[in-house]
């Protein structure tokens, strides 16, 4: 197991701790020292999803594992942070549902694509959207004012790139779809 895929497990470590943190109150500990802990364990997980592909691809370590642990530990980790917002009422329902579904829909679309040999890279708007839900999930994480605008616009973006792959996959069929 090389680093940047290292890097991709303790993502999916980090996750059910940052929902255990979202989720859970301790009665001798301030909760804004919880938010900090939260945030911290979001922003270590967050760094390191831009470390391990950011290695990967410099020092030429794309694994096939890579390719299935890095997305994983992205969804477990977008998961646990917007349940556990949702759960203590930092998030829109509706809008963390809709994100949710889209990481989940996009992300079988992309097994399709790569089944089918087409090109699956994420897009500029793609890059875009989870700069924003990061953002945003910090932000509602130590309730910081701006978090629920930041939401809004990760939302529009996380639509738009989905949108962006639908319409990827027609392109590359053009002719082909019946």
Known sequence: ???????????????????????????????????????????????????DGYIARTWNQTTKLGGILDPLADKMLILAAFLGLLMIGRANEWI??????????????????????????????????????????????MEWIGGEILLYIAFFLTLYSGLEYVLSYIKQNKGKLQ
């Open 1 to 51: 197991m090389n680093f940047p895929n290292i890097l991709a497990f303790l993502r999916i470590i980090l996750a059910p701790l940052l929902f255990f943190l979202l989720t859970h109150s301790f009665k001798e500990i301030h909760q804004s020292w919880i938010n900090y802990f939260a945030a911290l364990t979001f922003s270590l997980a967050a760094i390191s999803d831009f470390f």
């Open 96 to 141: 963390v549902y809709l994100i949710l579904v889209r990481e989940f829909f996009i992300t079988g679309f992309r097994v399709v694509m790569v089944s089918e040999n087409l090109n699956v890279n994420a897009s500029f708007t793609g890059k875009l959207k989870t700069t924003f839900q990061m953002i945003a999930i910090g932000f509602l994480t």
